[in-house]
């Protein structure tokens, strides 16, 4: 079978994505500049996100954020919003869904993100364990705040999409991805050939149709279709160049 040219099939598709991570990459620009007080990135679940999220962040911000992931409490929220308050500073919250489906963690966001002159944070329980981490019971917030979630793409139940929702009455929300396996693959093929995705993970140009070809031909039996799909097929393929093919319809695909 003849290896297909996705670069070629899907290169409208690639215009429209260009667009939406370029739109990504100018507000975290400004996030970084300390003009944007705080940004929504919101997508399906391993699409590049984080990825693209964090490497703009090094061109824009180099040094001067921080990346919170999964389960955040809520002392560590504060604790990290007040290292960082200061303008210039950015704080990434990726996933912490547990941090906006609790009510005062809702409220310390809601706070920082908000369009007020002045961005006030409360700790509003007792304050025993701030005062040995040498934490204010209040403090301003000048820095800025990147929010990456799936909420609404196949991740949060219906709470989490409606608290979501609160916030981005305050922020700006750029989507980076569509839902369904077609558009997925299209999203994939897009990281891998025009952001270099295998490329970086040592795939020789003349490998990667056949890698996603085999994504192509059996998305509908993989476990997942995502961007870890692709390093994890990517792992098997450096691992036995002339097996992989069989080793990863026993590793990748549904039993």
Not at 62 to 91: D, E, I, M
Not at 204 to 228: A, G, H, W
């Amino acid at each position: 079978m003849a290896t297909r040219n996705y670069a070629k099939e899907f290169s409208e598709e690639f215009k429209h994505l260009d667009a939406r991570f370029k739109g990504v990459e100018t507000f975290v620009k400004q996030v970084g500049a300390g003009k944007v007080r705080s940004l929504i990135v919101n997508g399906h679940p391993g699409i590049g996100k984080t990825h693209s999220v964090t490497k703009f962040l090094e061109t824009h911000a180099k040094g001067n954020y921080t990346v919170l992931q999964g389960r955040v409490t809520l002392l560590s929220l504060y604790a990290t919003l007040f290292a960082f308050k200061n303008k210039g500073k950015v704080v990434v919250l990726d996933d912490v869904d547990s941090v906006f489906s609790d009510v005062q963690g809702l409220n310390i966001l809601k706070a920082v993100m908000d369009t007020t002159a002045k961005r006030q944070v409360h700790w509003l329980s007792a304050g025993g364990r701030l005062n040995t981490m040498g934490l204010p019971d209040s403090f301003i917030f000048n820095g800025g705040v990147i929010l990456i979630s799936n909420v609404g793409f196949g991740g949060g139940s219906g709470k989490l999409v409606s608290h979501l929702t609160a916030l981005k009455d305050r922020s700006y929300c750029v989507p980076v991805a569509d839902s369904g396996q077609d558009s997925l693959f299209k999203q994939i093929c897009y990281m891998v050939l025009k952001r270099n995705l295998m490329t970086d993970l040592k795939v020789p140009k003349k490998d990667q149709m056949m890698l996603l070809q085999f994504i192509d031909e059996n998305k509908d039996q993989l476990n997942t279709v995502s961007l870890r799909t692709v390093v994890n097929l990517v792992n098997i393929y450096n691992i036995d160049k002339a097996n992989w093919r069989e080793m990863a319809t026993v590793g990748l695909l549904k039993v």
